[in-house]
T-cell receptor, first 115, second 113 residues
Framework: EPEVTQTPSHQVTQMGQEVILRCVPI?????FYWYRQILGQKVEFLVS????????KSEIFDDQFSVERPDGSNFTLKIRSTKLEDSAMYFC?????????????FGEGSRLTVL | GDSVTQMEGPVTLSEEAFLTINCTYT??????LFWYVQYPGEGLQLLLK?????DKGSNKGFEATYRKETTSFHLEKGSVQVSDSAVYFC????????????FGQGTILTVHP
């Protein structure tokens, strides 16, 4: 069964460093997403991406964050100059984009720890 | 804006016990409603959904009924198993945006043999 894969599963970084989290969405999906979950808090939407551009982003997704689809399979989230409060689990997801009621397919997550 | 409220957790049950996890929502219109589940070490996956009022979603013995009168979508299972131990999230779409979900805070369920 096709699945969304994410790497790394866990990354530890120093404050101020840049981090890139990688995702391989399901191959025939057209919409890609990043969510995050700070420990003990809700899962929060960060950004959606379609046709090589951001289709929507939350207020959390400021200039520190960027997304890219560098080739036909990968979808990346870059966090520049990481802060302690960026420590969280980051989930990638994808779907076909048939409507608001469509299921999202999530990866297992990448845990980011900023020291 | 639209929001979801889940019952406070965690929930601890013995095997074969009855499970209810409460979820209420605030939304304009009648959005689809979802329950996602996250098993240990895995990503979130859709457990069930309902797309309109009075619909009942069901999967793996779990059920939830979309009740617009009480703005609720409570998750139930008649007899839980140890393998049901996971985190359960109620969610709804934000407006008509694709893939932009609002999640509840999650409920940790632990089932003991």
């Amino acid at each position: 069964e096709p699945e969304v894969t994410q790497t790394p599963s866990h990354q530890v970084t120093q404050m101020g460093q840049e981090v890139i989290l990688r995702c391989v969405p399901i191959s025939n999906h057209l919409y890609f997403y990043w969510y995050r979950q700070i420990l003990g808090q809700k899962v929060e939407f960060l950004v959606s991406f379609y046709n090589n551009e951001i289709s929507e982003k939350s207020e959390i997704f400021d200039d520190q964050f960027s997304v890219e689809r560098p080739d036909g399979s990968n979808f990346t989230l870059k966090i520049r100059s990481t802060k302690l409060e960026d420590s969280a689990m980051y989930f990638c997801a994808s779907n076909l984009g048939t409507g608001a009621g469509e299921e999202l397919f999530f990866g297992e997550g990448s845990r980011l720890t900023v020291l | 804006g639209d929001s979801v409220t889940q019952m406070e957790g965690p929930v601890t049950l013995s095997e074969e016990a009855f499970l209810t996890i409460n979820c209420t929502y605030t939304a304009t219109g009648y959005p689809s409603l979802f329950w996602y589940v996250q098993y240990p070490g895995e990503g979130l996956q859709l457990l069930l959904k309902a797309t309109k009022a009075d619909d009942k979603g069901s999967n793996k013995g779990f059920e939830a009924t979309y009740r617009k009168e009480t703005t609720s979508f409570h998750l139930e299972k008649g007899s839980v198993q140890v393998s049901d131990s996971a985190v359960y999230f109620c969610a709804l779409p934000q407006g008509t945006s694709y893939g932009k979900l609002t999640f509840g805070q999650g409920t940790i369920l632990t089932v003991h043999p």
